[in-house]
């Protein structure tokens, strides 16, 4: 079983590379029948990578879904926040130890109303993800995170969260700087907000680090994003002291949109287009901002103390069971 999502999707990007070479051919190929016959090539094989990649991603399973929603071309925060909003300011700094680049934040402005928006950024390359910790946020981020929804509540913005990590921080300098309580403390400034809040999925939801800023009225998924308690392979080492079993976990933990959606989880699962996000991140931030724009609307319909309530009372009954 793949272990990567270049692994997984290596026929399909051979694929696409190969047809890339034939269109090249035929951009300076001058000899009419030559290029004729190479145009209708590369058609074949046009179909063929469409319908490839159709069956690929209708069958998709659980760890499927994980390497999809790992994606390294897969749009990330910053990406959403550039295609859906317009005038962000990112604002820095937890006024306590320093700057946490794996969160993102500052005011925006959504379809011309002012909103807050706070999300977990990933890195496209080795030194980008130093950079942001693999978005793995430090307490100074979550710090970070309750300053934005503070501002949030006393300007009276709705907030946008984009939930985008495989778990917060686990090292020793988070562990000692109060990672679990920064994380408590955030979800305790989410609960208290009068305001609306909307938190989307867009790509990995692990942990205790994607609740700390998903404690909101309404959660959307996008189609091939998760959302579990633990990582996969974090699952595994505990279950089975076999990372390598991340893919037995990933069944288990029913992470994905689906399953989260019949969990009553989440409120919406986003439709992702032919092929992935990443294969057209301008249309899937369009239905990412369709979705975003109605659920803020609806939630803003409320009275402030109506709001509050409201997001109390949806975590309060999820988890619920009776016996058969």
């Not at 026929?11 to 035929?26: S, T, Y």
């Amino acid at each position: 079983m793949a272990k990567s999502w270049k692994e997984w999707e290596k026929p399909i990007l051979e694929l696409e590379e190969g047809i890339d070479k034939l269109n090249q051919l035929i951009a300076v190929e001058r000899d009419f029948e030559k290029k004729a016959a190479l145009t209708v090539r590369a058609q074949e094989f046009t179909e063929k990578l469409n319908k490839f990649i159709d069956v690929r991603y209708s069958r998709l399973g659980p760890w499927e879904k994980v390497l999809v929603a790992r994606a390294e071309t897969r749009p990330y925060t910053l990406d959403v926040v550039a295609a859906v909003f317009d005038e962000f300011v990112e604002l820095d700094g937890d006024r306590r130890v320093g700057a946490d680049h794996a969160v993102v934040a500052g005011p925006a402005s959504l379809e011309g109303r002012p909103v807050m928006v706070v999300g977990q950024q990933k890195g496209r390359n080795i030194q980008e993800r130093t950079h942001r910790n693999f978005a793995m946020a430090k307490p100074e981020g979550y710090r970070k995170a309750i300053r934005m929804f503070e501002m949030a509540e006393r300007f009276r913005m709705p907030v946008v969260t984009i939930v985008d990590t495989p778990a917060a921080d686990p090292g020793v300098e988070s562990e000692s700087r109060g990672i679990s309580e920064a994380i408590a403390a955030s979800m305790l400034a989410m609960f208290g907000l009068t305001v609306p809040v909307v938190s989307v999925i867009i790509g990995e939801g692990g942990s205790g680090g994607a609740i700390g800023i998903a404690a909101a009225n309404r959660v959307l998924m996008l189609e091939h994003s998760v959302y579990s308690v633990i990582p996969p392979e974090g699952c595994a080492a505990i279950l089975w002291r076999d990372p390598a079993k991340g893919p037995q976990a990933a069944a288990a933990l029913k992470l994905t949109a689906q399953s989260a959606l019949e969990l009553g989880l989440v409120e919406e699962v986003i439709p992702e287009p032919f092929g992935g996000a990443h294969r057209d991140p301008g249309e899937s931030a369009a239905r990412v901002k369709e979705a975003l724009v109605r659920h803020l609307a609806e939630v803003g319909a409320g009275s402030p103390a109506e709001i509050k309530q409201a997001r109390y009372d949806r975590f309060r009954g999820l988890g619920q069971c009776t016996d058969s």
